[in-house]
Structure formats: C-alpha cells, structure tokens
C-alpha cells in the first residue's frame, strides 16, 4: 500500500480527492495545514504529497522548500486553480514533481500521481 498525503486547507477538496483514489490502492492521509501534515511525516511513512499552492495561512511554496530540506525523497504534486507560466518555472526550480488543476479530473489525477510513484526519488541515504 502506498501513503499519500494530502495538503489542503479546503476539506470539500481533499474530501474530491480522496474519493477519487478510492479504488487505487493509496491510503490517503489529510492535513489542514503545515504544522499537521510535518506532524504527521514524523509518523506515517509518506510516499507522495499533494500540496495546494494557495492556501489561508501560507502557501504551498513555503511548505514546499520545507519539504525539500525535511522530506526531499518524497515527490510534490502542487494544486492550484490556474498554472501560470512564472508559477511553474518557480515550482519546477524548488523541486516540484508536476501539478493538477482545480477541478481535479480523476484521470489527470491518476495519471499524474502514477507517474510520481513510478519516478519516486530515492530516500536520503540509500542512493
């Protein structure tokens, strides 16, 4: 089973994404909120993270470079309204593995996060 962690402060959009992996063999872990998902990295063994870019309390750019430097083995797949070019060059510098546009199509979704598990970094210290 593969671990995915969601990062969203919109329930009603990792409720849809979560849904939509119901049948792939993923347990889908959520958080509101920075502090909530590093929480819960320090205990689940995380595999995959979608993190919305725009967000109440921060961004998704601020959690992203924290990620990099806590959690750089495991991929980011940002979520955002609109992809705009300045955007995805500056996710694509700090190491973001691809994005998914609002709404989330389960197609793009599978398609995206599959790619993502099959391209998955090697953890720090292994490789």
């Not at 309390?57 to 979520?79: A, E, R």
Request: a positive charge; charged letters at 30%; one cysteine or more.
């Amino acid at each position: 089973m593969r671990n995915l962690l969601i990062i969203d402060d919109e329930a009603q959009i990792r409720k849809i994404i979560k849904i939509q992996l119901k049948n792939e063999d993923i347990m889908v872990y959520e958080a509101e909120n920075k502090d909530k998902a590093f929480d819960l990295l320090k205990t689940v063994p995380i595999n995959l993270i979608i993190c919305d870019i725009k967000m109440k309390d921060t961004n998704g750019f601020v959690i992203l470079k924290d990620l990099n430097i806590q959690y750089s083995h495991i991929p980011v797949i940002m979520l955002t309204g609109f992809i705009d070019k300045k955007v995805s060059v500056k996710a694509k510098c700090m190491g973001c593995y691809d994005f998914i546009t609002k709404p989330v199509r389960r197609e793009k979704l599978i398609e995206t996060i599959s790619r993502a598990f099959a391209d998955k970094k090697p953890e720090a210290g292994n490789g």
